[in-house]
Each structure stands twice: as structure tokens, then as C-alpha cells.
């Protein structure tokens, strides 16, 4: 028999890989584990869930409901979170049984921007200039530190530009707390980028590490609409940006994929936004643009399969379909170079992404 590293886990019927959350992400990670061979067991609440579809088994729990996750993690032998706010709770729960990949540490830190902003800090990069804000004598006092300027973000919770309110020196404070919720909060300097970057880094149970090309975004109200990838930076502003992706996944003790979004300055700085220990909608151009998509990449981190940088094949444009969609794909579906992605979710809401397609550009 070969002997097999420590922590291997290679597809048959006993590796059962675990997924927590039944979105498009959960759907795609099921995805790539089908390929592999792996069978999957999903666990989400009750819901419109499109990854229930392609998973082998699939358990309706709350994130509370710890006799349905301890009989979970009983099944499988590793498991991982598309769903970015589970409550740490839930995953240190899950890692009495099995691992858990990324570990709760990272997810914890993702959850609230203020800790994500230190550890980046800590780890080298910088940050807009930002305040914690716990009541409104502390936002009164932050804009004025900002000459009335700023983006109001709660500390945890938000996602899609949701949570967030950009204000000026007309804006009514206390209406708009009590509109966030009267929840703590950051308040954020506005930057005025050249554009969004994004960087993907994964590193796997046997300790092997690497990158992914990186990503250029275009957000409009807060959501990601399109990307365009890989984006061109220059060498030295490249290998400082990995640097520093590697220290901050350091400190949190990261395996598994971690993507930071960043904003480029004019000046050609780089300058943190937040984090992402899951796939991020900006590599869902890597299911068509390199061998090993971000999905596949996840499965080996967690499987401890070794990993290295992925180079891409070409230039690819991703572009997301929010809300409806139907007349972009009529005409799309004419064009074979459309990858067409539809996650097969039940409704249609302003706001919610649908499907993308990829289209190499050159
Ligand atoms: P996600 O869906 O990525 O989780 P989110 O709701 O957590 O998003 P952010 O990433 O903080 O929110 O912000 C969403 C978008 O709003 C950014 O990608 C950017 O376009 C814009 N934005 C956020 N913060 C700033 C800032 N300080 N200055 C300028 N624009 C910003
Ligand atoms: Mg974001």
C-alpha cells in the first residue's frame, strides 16, 4: 500500500466533504467535488437553496441547532462555510468532530470589519482612515474628524453594499443610525480609486501554497458587476501585495482560500477593503479561465492535495446577472463565447445576483 501523508483525503465512498450554506458558492463547491469524485453532504436552513440539487445528501438545520450539526459533521471528513456570517460558534462546534476549513479564527475576523481592518493593518497593509462607532456622540465626532465625509458601514452583517450608507455634511446622523440599526459601526473615509483589485491565496493542509491571478472589479451601488482578469500590475507593487497577503493569512492561520479586495490609488497604492475566506464572485471567471477554478482550488486546500499558482489561459471577462435577466441572456445565448452560469435560485429580486456568464476576451 502507498504510503499516504497524514492528511490526505482522497475521493471514496467513506470521504464525504461537508458544505455549509446552499447559495450559488455551496452549488459550485459541490461542483467541483462531484468532479473529483468526492460525494458532498450539504447543510443549510430551509430556503431557495440551488446547491441542494448537486449535492450527494443534504441536511435543513439552523445555524443554532447543534443536534443536527454534531450528526453532520459525524458524516463528513472536512467541511467549509460558502456562507461567510456563520456564526464562529457553529464552527467550533463542527471542529470537535471533523475539520473545519477555513477555521472559525478566520471567519470570526471576516465578520467584523474593525477586527479585519487591525489584522490588516497588522499584517503590513493599509486601510482607509476609519473609526469605530458605537452611538451617535461617536458619529458626530468621527465626521467631523472627516471634515462631514464618509462611508457609514455596520461592523458585521453587511454584504452586497448592504449595511452601508455614504454620508455628507447634509446627512441627517441620527435618522441614519437608526436606519443601520443603531448597531456599532465603522465610519469610513471615501477613497477615489483608480479601480478594484482582488487577490486570491490558498494554501493547503500539507502546507503547499500559491495564487491566483488577480481580478479587476467594477461595483455599481455597492455590487460587483463585472471583472475583468488577470489584471496587469506592476511587478514589484505584485510581489509586495502577495507579501502582505501571505502575513495577514498567517495571522489568522489560514488553510484553505482566502480573497482580500483592495482599492488602487492613483498614486498606484494599494489599500485594503476587507476579506473573503470562500470563493469570491470576482475568480468565478477561473471555472473557465485556468485549469484548477477557485472551487477545485478549495477542494484540494481542504482534501490536502498540493497546490501551486494558477496561471490563467488568456484574458476573461466575468459579468454578473442581477435581478432579471432574461433579455441579457436571449441575446447572449446567440454567442457561444457566453459561458452562461444560471444558479437555478426560484426568485428573482432586484438586487440579487442570478447567474454569470464568462467570455474570454483575448
Ligand atoms: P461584499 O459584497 O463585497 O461583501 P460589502 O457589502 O461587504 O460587499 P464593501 O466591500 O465594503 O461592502 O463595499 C462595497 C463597494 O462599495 C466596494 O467594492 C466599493 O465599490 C465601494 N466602497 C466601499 N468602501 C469604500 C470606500 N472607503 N471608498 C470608496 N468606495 C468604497
Ligand atoms: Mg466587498
Not at 465578520?111 to 497593509?125: C, D, H, L, N
Not at 471634515?147 to 452583517?157: P, Q, V
Request: aromatic share 8%; net charge neutral; glycine share 8%.
Amino acid at each position: 500500500m502507498i504510503n499516504q501523508p497524514r492528511n490526505r483525503i482522497l475521493p471514496n465512498k467513506n470521504n464525504i466533504l461537508g458544505i455549509l450554506g446552499g447559495g450559488q458558492l455551496g452549488k459550485m463547491i459541490a461542483m467541483s467535488a462531484t468532479k473529483a469524485g468526492y460525494k458532498t453532504h450539504l447543510y443549510c436552513p430551509k430556503g431557495d437553496n440551488p446547491a441542494e440539487t448537486v449535492v450527494n445528501s443534504f441536511t435543513h438545520g439552523e445555524w443554532d441547532d447543534f443536534d443536527k450539526l454534531v450528526e453532520f459533521s459525524n458524516n463528513v471528513v472536512c467541511a467549509t462555510s460558502e456562507f461567510e456570517n456563520i456564526p464562529s460558534k457553529t464552527l467550533e462546534l463542527l471542529a470537535n468532530k471533523t475539520s473545519v476549513i477555513p477555521n472559525s479564527k478566520v471567519f470570526r475576523s471576516a465578520q467584523i470589519r474593525s477586527k479585519e481592518k487591525e489584522i490588516a493593518e497588522k499584517s503590513g497593509f493599509k486601510t482607509p482612515k476609519w473609526y469605530l462607532i458605537k452611538n451617535t456622540d461617536d458619529l458626530i465626532s468621527a465626521s467631523k474628524l472627516m471634515e462631514n465625509g464618509g462611508i457609514l458601514k455596520t461592523n458585521s452583517l453587511g454584504y452586497d453594499g448592504k449595511g452601508q450608507v455614504r454620508i455628507n455634511k447634509h446627512s441627517n446622523l441620527f435618522e441614519i443610525w437608526e436606519n443601520l440599526g443603531s448597531v456599532e459601526c465603522v465610519l469610513e473615509e471615501i477613497l477615489e480609486f483608480k479601480r478594484e483589485i482582488s487577490i486570491m491565496y490558498f494554501k493547503s493542509r500539507d502546507n503547499s501554497e500559491g495564487f491566483f491571478p488577480i481580478s479587476q472589479n467594477h461595483h455599481e451601488n455597492g455590487i460587483l458587476r463585472k471583472t475583468i482578469a488577470p489584471a496587469i500590475l506592476n511587478i514589484d507593487a505584485e510581489r509586495d501585495l502577495r507579501l502582505k497577503t501571505k502575513k495577514l493569512s498567517e495571522n489568522l492561520g489560514l488553510y484553505g482560500i482566502l480573497a482580500v479586495e483592495l482599492f488602487e490609488l492613483l498614486d498606484g497604492s494599494i489599500i485594503f477593503n476587507e476579506i473573503a475566506p470562500r470563493p469570491h464572485n470576482s475568480f468565478h471567471w477561473t471555472l473557465n479561465g485556468c485549469d484548477n477554478s477557485q472551487f477545485d482550488i478549495l477542494i484540494r486546500t481542504m482534501c490536502g492535495l498540493p497546490v501551486k499558482d494558477v496561471k490563467s489561459n488568456g484574458k476573461w471577462e466575468m459579468t454578473n446577472l442581477i435581478g432579471q435577466y432574461e433579455n441579457i441572456i436571449s441575446e447572449t445565448s446567440k454567442d457561444q463565447d457566453y459561458i452562461l452560469y444560471l444558479y437555478g435560485k426560484h426568485e428573482t429580486k432586484p438586487g440579487r445576483k442570478m447567474g454569470h456568464l464568462n467570455k474570454q476576451i483575448s
